[in-house]
């Protein structure tokens, strides 16, 4: 099941969302870390603090161990009642720190000596008692003393055993907590920054839609709806771009429908005028005397120039209502060739331009109509251009997988300003000096519109000696070529 993500309501929210989300895993580790040094910290403290107190609690109850004797010993020769506080104060102070230690996380050997210790001064202390601290008693236990002071001293020797445990157990702690920490941050900190990454990868997700929808309408491409994913503020300016994806296609409709009753409404009163041009011309009303035959042949050149754009019209608008349509047959280029050059002899003569030709030979399969209107439109572009006595190269040659055709004039080239739009509907670029009437800007992209139709190209390259070169390149497979 495929998971889809929910973008929040706005990209302020989702960049926010997206910080956030990329610092949680950041900040995690810092927080284990002083959580791990404070343990730590705390550990070591508590180490410290027990080892001092087991150090100084054993030296105590050595002293007061010592401080009993001396005292029990003067209490029984004197008799002296201080002397015997002395004791009661030694033993209390024994037992208060006995207590103390045994608190202490001792070694169950080690919890055994000061266990015993502490029965054998208690039992010390009742026998004195019950004997009433008499010198016989007292030097019958004199021993005791002696025996009790060197389980204090061995246990001195634990003590620092101790401490030397709880040290390295601390120091073991301490590195296993600077290897989880370390660790972590290997881990969560390349965690965070592949999610800081994927924060502007999803922003540029909708970035690149929306970049992908204004390239459609760019290419005019405009029957597909605009759907866009990403916040809301992403949703509505999809919104906006499939209205004026709408306004877009009542448009195109509106100039279809203009085209359309334009060149119906020129249709008719063009022909009339061609046939009374023809008539004037060819002397059928009578001779015309050399200034009004002038005339007349201005007026029948210049409504073969108004034939030639209104078909123009004719040929963009049925490229509007089938775009991709051909009909595919197989034929010799050169009869194509040879209806072109017949149609535009007049032109070609009135500025003695010469064309050579090659290629004639090959056959092809493709649409022969569309191929002709190709290489007409390319070849008025290269007649317009082109300077009067000048030369325009026809050549067709094949590849192992393409035919190709270049019509290439002496002109000065088209502007670089002007190549990316020159196959555009309706763009003209600088027209030539010597041309008394622009063009409608359709030739060359009803000459795009009919290679694509064929899953050709047309492209203008750059040939030494020569100015505009327009390249027609038409695929040999599926029928096309053969």
């Given at each position: 099941?495929k998971?889809r993500?929910h973008?929040?309501q706005?990209?302020?929210?989702f960049?926010?969302?997206?910080?956030?989300?990329a610092?949680?895993p950041i900040?995690?580790?810092?927080?284990?870390?002083?959580?791990?040094?404070?343990?730590l910290?705390r550990?070591?403290?508590r180490?410290?603090y027990?080892g001092?107190?087991?150090?100084?609690?054993?030296?105590?109850?050595?002293e007061?161990?010592v401080?009993?004797e001396?005292?029990v010993?003067?209490f029984?020769?004197?008799g002296d009642?201080?002397l015997?506080g002395?004791?009661?104060?030694?033993h209390g102070?024994?037992?208060?720190?006995?207590a103390g230690l045994?608190?202490l996380a001792?070694?169950?050997?080690q919890r055994?000596?000061l266990?015993?210790?502490?029965?054998?001064?208690?039992?010390?202390h009742g026998?004195?008692?019950?004997g009433?601290f008499s010198?016989?008693v007292v030097r019958?236990?004199t021993r005791e003393?002696?025996?009790?002071?060197?389980?204090?001293r061995q246990?001195a020797q634990?003590s620092?055993?101790?401490?030397?445990?709880e040290?390295?157990g601390?120091r073991?702690r301490?590195?296993?907590t600077r290897?989880?920490?370390?660790w972590?941050l290997l881990g969560?900190?390349?965690l965070?920054m592949?999610?800081?990454?994927?924060?502007?990868?999803?922003i540029a997700k909708?970035?690149?839609?929306i970049d992908?929808a204004?390239?459609?309408?760019?290419?005019?491409?405009?029957?597909r709806?605009?759907?866009?994913?990403?916040p809301s503020?992403v949703r509505?300016?999809?919104?906006?771009?499939?209205w004026?994806?709408?306004g877009l296609l009542?448009?195109?409709?509106?100039k279809?429908?203009?085209l359309r009753?334009?060149?119906?409404?020129l249709?008719t009163p063009?022909a009339a005028?061609r046939?009374?041009a023809?008539l004037?011309?060819?002397?059928?009303?009578?001779?015309l005397s050399?200034?009004q035959e002038?005339?007349?042949?201005i007026?029948?050149?210049?409504?073969?120039?108004?034939?030639?754009?209104i078909?123009?019209l004719l040929?963009?608008?049925?490229l509007?209502?089938a775009p991709?349509?051909?009909?595919v047959?197989?034929f010799?280029l050169?009869?194509v060739?040879?209806?072109v050059?017949?149609?535009?002899r007049?032109?070609?003569l009135?500025r003695?331009?010469?064309?050579s030709?090659?290629?004639?030979d090959?056959h092809?399969?493709?649409d022969?109509?569309k191929l002709?209107v190709i290489?007409?439109?390319l070849?008025?572009n290269?007649i317009k251009f082109?300077?009067?006595?000048?030369?325009?190269?026809?050549?067709?040659?094949?590849t192992?997988?393409?035919v190709?055709l270049?019509?290439a004039?002496q002109g000065?080239g088209v502007?670089?300003?002007d190549?990316?739009?020159?196959?555009?509907?309706?763009?003209?670029?600088r027209?030539?000096?010597?041309a008394p009437?622009?063009?409608?800007?359709?030739g060359?992209?009803?000459a795009r519109?009919?290679?694509?139709a064929h899953?050709?190209r047309?492209?203008?390259?750059d040939?030494h000696?020569?100015?505009?070169?327009?390249?027609v390149t038409?695929?040999?497979?599926?029928g096309i070529g053969?």
């Amino acid at each position: 099941m495929k998971v889809r993500f929910h973008y929040p309501q706005s990209f302020l929210k989702f960049t926010l969302l997206g910080f956030v989300v990329a610092a949680i895993p950041i900040l995690a580790g810092l927080f284990y870390s002083v959580l791990s040094l404070d343990r730590l910290a705390r550990d070591s403290q508590r180490v410290v603090y027990q080892g001092a107190q087991a150090v100084n609690g054993v030296r105590d109850l050595s002293e007061s161990l010592v401080a009993m004797e001396r005292g029990v010993r003067q209490f029984a020769i004197l008799g002296d009642q201080e002397l015997r506080g002395v004791y009661d104060q030694a033993h209390g102070r024994f037992t208060e720190t006995g207590a103390g230690l045994a608190g202490l996380a001792w070694a169950p050997a080690q919890r055994q000596l000061l266990a015993d210790l502490l029965e054998g001064e208690a039992a010390l202390h009742g026998a004195l008692v019950k004997g009433d601290f008499s010198e016989r008693v007292v030097r019958r236990k004199t021993r005791e003393f002696t025996r009790l002071v060197g389980m204090a001293r061995q246990l001195a020797q634990h003590s620092h055993q101790l401490v030397d445990r709880e040290i390295a157990g601390l120091r073991e702690r301490a590195e296993q907590t600077r290897t989880r920490v370390n660790w972590m941050l290997l881990g969560l900190v390349p965690l965070g920054m592949l999610l800081a990454l994927g924060v502007p990868l999803l922003i540029a997700k909708p970035v690149r839609q929306i970049d992908a929808a204004i390239r459609t309408l760019r290419e005019g491409d405009l029957t597909r709806p605009i759907v866009l994913e990403g916040p809301s503020d992403v949703r509505y300016l999809a919104q906006r771009l499939d209205w004026l994806r709408q306004g877009l296609l009542d448009a195109e409709a509106d100039k279809t429908r203009f085209l359309r009753h334009l060149s119906h409404e020129l249709k008719t009163p063009l022909a009339a005028l061609r046939e009374s041009a023809d008539l004037l011309f060819d002397g059928t009303l009578g001779d015309l005397s050399p200034p009004q035959e002038e005339v007349v042949s201005i007026l029948r050149q210049n409504s073969l120039r108004l034939q030639k754009l209104i078909e123009d019209l004719l040929a963009y608008r049925s490229l509007l209502a089938a775009p991709g349509s051909v009909q595919v047959r197989e034929f010799r280029l050169g009869e194509v060739l040879e209806r072109v050059l017949e149609d535009q002899r007049a032109a070609l003569l009135a500025r003695s331009l010469v064309v050579s030709r090659s290629g004639d030979d090959l056959h092809l399969w493709a649409d022969p109509e569309k191929l002709r209107v190709i290489v007409d439109n390319l070849l008025s572009n290269a007649i317009k251009f082109s300077p009067p006595a000048g030369r325009i190269r026809l050549e067709a040659r094949e590849t192992d997988a393409e035919v190709v055709l270049e019509v290439a004039d002496q002109g000065p080239g088209v502007d670089p300003a002007d190549r990316p739009r020159v196959f555009d509907s309706f763009y003209q670029g600088r027209p030539p000096d010597a041309a008394p009437v622009r063009g409608t800007g359709l030739g060359l992209a009803i000459a795009r519109e009919h290679a694509l139709a064929h899953g050709g190209r047309i492209e203008i390259v750059d040939v030494h000696g020569e100015g505009a070169c327009f390249r027609v390149t038409l695929p040999k497979g599926q029928g096309i070529g053969k």
